[in-house]
């Protein structure tokens, strides 16, 4: 049995003059997107539990709390794990499709989850943990796509700024869960051993699934894609999706080789879309967000809230905000565009980075009663960076490259992303420590200025436009307006 059996379920949008396509349109297309993002929810998730499991992890082993290099290395093998999971998760998605690639990320999560929460030793530990990075590394790559590939290009924004909801809405669940085992015995255990039962459901929900019907069409059944797409679609609407995967097909047949990592930098078009989707996925991590994140009861504290409780709470409120501005961007994505949201949010973010410096700079000058200053900074970060530089690099990335070169280019912008994740990790204390915590968040406002002239220069509106359009835009920026898309790229970027 199949999504596609359901009752009730096969209601397409209809394309036509009176109706709009609107996020709650088509309850298949939604449902789809909520399973989909279930691999957001254990990203999200992984990412902030281990800051509290941490705790009682060096409570149970000796070796842990003497050790720094093991705290840092039990934290770090997730990281290094997605890392590996990303890279690899473009070729997976390529070869086998969206569907199995879930799949298989879900039994790897649910096998670290479990040898995490068995762990008898740190170094057993280690493993489990290297194990639900791989699992995260790869849903990080095929959730955006998966959904993508299925969504209407005037909602795809919104559908696919759905999955980075699933994220904050895991590390703000990963804060309650911490809260919620305080006081069961095995505290850590449980904390870490949870994540299974998400990857668990989505694995079950995911056999009901259809495969990306992009991916069907260009690699298995073009009759199992026309089954799916005719559940998305109205008749006429279908039509046109039909034909223009039949021109894709056709490209890609005459192309007659397989893509390689090589043709990415080799291709002028990919290699202009790869370098504005990879600095988008850097620019994600180096304006500061996971700084804020990993580390916000310490700068809490750091700014004179000195009470653990208090700090944690903090906390909780941050990862709350984060999830509603992403509510926000869902809407604001298809509405305001990609292009001009990521501006207006990587301003919002300066701002806020210079307002947080100013409060560290007035309290290391002998100021008192500064440290509101400190969480005001961070409240506005969170309310600028939600909505935009949350959502903008996941959404541009699961939309800017050709069918073939989708799964590859995804995976590598997003192991990308992984690799900023864990150098701003890493360095944001030892930053703060060499230079002063006031002149490590200007030098953060300092990036986000470079972030917003790469915005500017290299990266199209993408809104509203299909996978063929945009294709055709980079095929412009690469050789000129030959190619007739000259309208396509003037109307994006006004």
């Given at each position: ?185 095995g505290t850590w255990r449980w904390m870490l051993g949870v994540a299974a039962v998400p990857a668990i459901v989505q694995f079950l929900l995911m056999l009901l699934m259809p495969e990306s019907p992009r991916w069907l069409y260009m690699k298995k059944s073009k009759s199992e894609a026309i089954v799916v797409l ?92 984060n999830a509603t501005g992403t509510v926000v961007g869902i809407y604001l994505i298809d509405h305001f565009g990609r292009r001009k949201l990521a501006l207006s949010s990587l301003f919002g973010v300066f701002l806020s980075l210079i307002l947080l410096s100013v409060a560290f700079l007035l309290q290391s000058s ?110 412009e920026k690469a050789w000129g307006s030959s190619h007739g898309t000259e309208s396509l790229l003037e109307n994006g970027e006004e």
């Amino acid at each position: 049995m199949t999504i596609e059996s359901f009752p009730g379920s096969s209601g397409y949008i209809d394309a036509g003059v009176d109706k709009k396509i609107t996020y709650f349109s088509n309850t298949y297309v939604l449902g789809l997107t909520v399973i989909a993002g279930i691999g957001g929810l254990l990203f999200g998730y992984d990412t902030g539990v281990i800051s509290g499991a941490l705790l009682y992890i060096r409570d149970e082993f000796e070796e842990v709390d003497k050790s720094s290099f093991l705290q840092e290395t039990i934290v770090s093998m997730a990281l290094v794990g997605a890392m590996i999971g990303a890279a690899g998760g473009g070729w997976i998605n390529d070869t086998y499709g969206r569907k199995r690639a879930t799949l298989l990320a879900d039994v790897v999560f649910a096998l670290g989850s479990f040898v995490m929460a068995a762990a008898p030793d740190p170094y057993v530990l280690i493993f489990g943990r290297l194990l639900v990075g791989l699992g995260v590394g790869v849903a990080s790559v095929t959730a955006p796509m998966y959904i993508a590939e299925a969504a209407p290009s005037e909602i795809r924004g919104g559908l696919v700024s759905t999955n980075v909801l699933m994220i904050t809405g895991g590390q703000f669940l990963s804060y309650l869960v911490n809260l919620a085992f305080t006081e069961v015995p095995g505290t850590w255990r449980w904390m870490l051993g949870v994540a299974a039962v998400p990857a668990i459901v989505q694995f079950l929900l995911m056999l009901l699934m259809p495969e990306s019907p992009r991916w069907l069409y260009m690699k298995k059944s073009k009759s199992e894609a026309i089954v799916v797409l005719s559940k998305i679609y109205d008749p006429y609407r279908l039509e046109e999706e039909l034909d223009q995967l039949s021109v894709t097909l056709e490209e890609e047949n005459q192309r007659n080789k397989a893509v390689s990592y090589w043709d990415v930098f080799r291709v002028k078009e990919i290699r202009l879309a790869f370098f504005a989707g990879a600095g988008l996925q850097a620019f994600q991590q180096f304006t500061g967000i996971n700084t804020v994140m990993y580390y916000s009861p310490t700068i809490v504290q750091m700014a004179g809230f000195s009470s653990n409780q208090l700090a944690l709470l903090l906390s909780l409120v941050v990862a709350l905000m984060n999830a509603t501005g992403t509510v926000v961007g869902i809407y604001l994505i298809d509405h305001f565009g990609r292009r001009k949201l990521a501006l207006s949010s990587l301003f919002g973010v300066f701002l806020s980075l210079i307002l947080l410096s100013v409060a560290f700079l007035l309290q290391s000058s002998g100021f008192i009663n500064v440290g509101w200053i400190a969480v005001l900074g961070l409240a506005l970060y969170i309310a600028f960076f939600a909505p935009g530089m949350g959502p903008v690099p996941w959404t541009v990335n699961s939309e800017i490259y050709p069918q073939s070169y989708r799964g590859i280019c995804g995976g590598m912008s997003a192991t990308v992303n992984w690799i900023s994740n864990l150098m701003v990790a890493q360095s944001f204390l030892s930053v703060a420590d060499a230079v002063g915590t006031e002149w490590t968040f200007l030098i953060l406002a300092a990036i986000t200025v470079a972030a917003i002239g790469f915005v500017f220069v290299f990266v199209p509106e993408t809104k509203g436009l299909t996978f063929e359009e945009v294709e055709k835009i980079w095929k412009e920026k690469a050789w000129g307006s030959s190619h007739g898309t000259e309208s396509l790229l003037e109307n994006g970027e006004e």
